[in-house]
């Protein structure tokens, strides 16, 4: 079992930065690749970065690329994601989620067995 619990979240101004952590608990994470979610009110939930097993391979959506970036750190436990140059239309809930025993990065939602319940990002105009 893996328990992942986003936080982080919250109001900026447009061009602002927020950091991302999603802390989990268990003892599969460093044999788990990670990822970030977001779903936007009205949306489908769609996939913002991944990161393998290990940290070091990473992949992101297009229109996150040179904004955001994400990293883990395996002795904490913990994965994060920096986000810069925030724009409006970034608003919305990001979800944290692990792929058990998956080694390599994937943005395929069908890969990830594990999530957390969301952090809301909100970035104003």
């Known amino acids: 079992q893996l328990v992942l619990v986003e936080s982080g979240g919250g109001l900026v101004q447009a061009g602002g930065s927020l950091r991302l952590s999603c802390a989990t608990s268990g003892r599969t994470f460093s044999n788990s690749a990670m990822g970030w979610f977001r779903q936007a009110p009205g949306k489908e939930r769609e996939f913002v970065a991944a990161i393998n097993r290990i940290g070091s391979d990473t992949h992101y959506a297009e229109a996150m690329k040179g904004r955001f970036t994400i990293s883990r750190d395996n002795a904490k436990n913990t994965l994060y994601l920096q986000m810069n140059s925030l724009k409006p239309e970034d608003t919305a809930v990001y979800y944290c989620?692990?792929?058990?025993?998956?080694?390599?990065?994937?943005?395929?939602?069908?890969?990830?067995?594990?999530w957390g319940r969301g952090t809301q990002v909100t970035v104003s105009s």
């Open positions: 989620a692990a792929a058990s025993g998956v080694a390599y990065t994937t943005r395929l939602r069908e890969n990830y067995d594990y």
